[in-house]
């Protein structure tokens, strides 16, 4: 299932929840929507052009390094994206982001713009709160319909994704539990560990009332390795084998890390996996991938000047001027 190609500008799980947040912010009144992410945040982007589709201005707080924190943050990947839109940007360290957290800094952001008249929506780290999860029990739904009918079986045993800031599995795993897919979902963290996203998740769940048990309904693995937005080369090895022998490219934050830990696990245990069907969701992030050009120079080659015999005959303006 392919997340990632919903588009460019709005490419990546967080429209699904998005399209609920953005509907209650505009029931609401706003007139601009707060939310806070990495600086290479997938959602964060998502989050500014679908706030500009709906006339809204965007603030986004971004966490970084503290050596860059006053200093322009550039115009890599995402934020390049949020940046040509017109989003209003404000830089944390990620020390400070640690000890304060997302809901204190948002709703510091939120007082301020009160106190200019305005009238902001909050929106939570990925869009992870109980209302965006409603975006990916929809998704269970959209799954059962393009699945073959008239047969008892539906077709997948196993639902694997990767996990940044919770809302995604939480939607997925009660949207099956619920469905007659009744798929196991499998989240592969790539932040914090599977204790903090059962609790998170569980939270999500409760605000829902949904009567279920985070334990019962996800498993939850560890694939954060190195750290957030960290990649090591056999990782990024792994991306490049998946792009040239299938095509498709994993973003190396989300997606790239999961399925990387999910062949890992297959390795490790093959017998929880033997003659499963899985669906694997790429949860989208390509522009993340810029922000690794230089760690992934060394993995990709296959260039050189073309030969051209000096005994083959030359005319000016036989060939195109591109």
């Known amino acids: 299932m392919c997340d990632d190609l919903s588009g460019m500008q709005l490419s990546c799980n967080k429209v699904r929840k998005l399209e609920f947040l953005m509907a209650d912010a505009v029931a609401q009144g706003s007139d601009c929507i707060i939310t806070i992410g990495g600086i290479q945040s997938n959602h964060c982007r998502a989050t500014t052009v679908a706030a500009k589709y709906l006339n809204l201005d965007c603030y986004l707080i971004h966490s ?31 020390e400070e982001y640690a000890k304060l957290g997302s809901p204190t800094l948002t709703n510091m952001l939120k007082e301020k713009l009160l106190k200019e008249g305005r009238r902001p929506y909050v929106i939570a780290v990925g869009g992870s709160n109980s209302l965006g999860t409603w975006g990916y029990i929809e998704a269970i739904r959209e799954i059962e319909q393009q699945l073959p009918t008239g047969t008892d079986e539906l077709g997948f045993d196993d639902i694997v994704v990767a996990c940044g800031s919770g809302g995604t599995i939480a939607g997925l795993s009660l949207g099956s539990s619920l469905s007659k897919l009744h ?9 914090d560990d599977p204790d903090y996203f059962y609790d998170y998740v569980q939270g999500l769940l409760d605000g829902l009332q949904a009567g279920v048990r985070s334990h019962d309904i ?13 990649s090591t080369t056999e990782e990024l090895n792994f991306l490049k084998e998946v792009a040239v022998s299938t095509g498709i490219v994993l973003d190396p934050v989300y997606s790239g890390k999961a399925a ?7 390795a490790e245990n093959p017998a929880k996996w033997e003659g499963k069907n899985i669906l694997f969701i790429h949860t989208g992030g390509l522009l993340g991938l810029f922000d690794k050009v230089e760690e992934m120079g060394s993995l990709v080659g296959k260039w050189r000047k073309m030969d051209i015999d000096d005994s083959i005959p030359r005319k000016d303006g036989i060939g195109k001027m591109f």
């Open 64 to 94: 970084t390094s503290k050596v860059l924190v006053e200093k322009d943050p550039g115009l890599t990947g995402n934020l390049l994206v949020e940046r040509l839109v017109g989003a209003h940007i404000e830089l944390v360290s990620k």
């Open 183 to 191: 798929a196991k979902v499998h989240a592969f963290c790539v932040c």
């Open 218 to 230: 996800v498993d939850i693995q560890n694939a954060k390795g190195l750290g957030y937005a960290i």
């Open 260 to 266: 990387y830990g999910m062949i890992k696990d297959k």
